[in-house]
């Protein structure tokens, strides 16, 4: 549930009219992404 939130806030975050919001919370979503991904699988 936690990846697929995630992997949400990478979709929105991304498609934002906002640069600032596009060029800094994105990454920060896909890095959050990807830690809830090892999380989940370790």
Do not use: H
């Not at 498609?15 to 991904?37: F, G």
């Amino acid at each position: 549930m936690i990846v697929a939130y995630s992997a949400l806030g990478i979709v929105m975050n991304g498609i934002s009219r906002s640069k600032p919001e596009r060029y800094t919370m994105a990454p920060v979503c896909v890095v959050l992404t990807v830690l809830s991904v090892m999380v989940s699988i370790g």
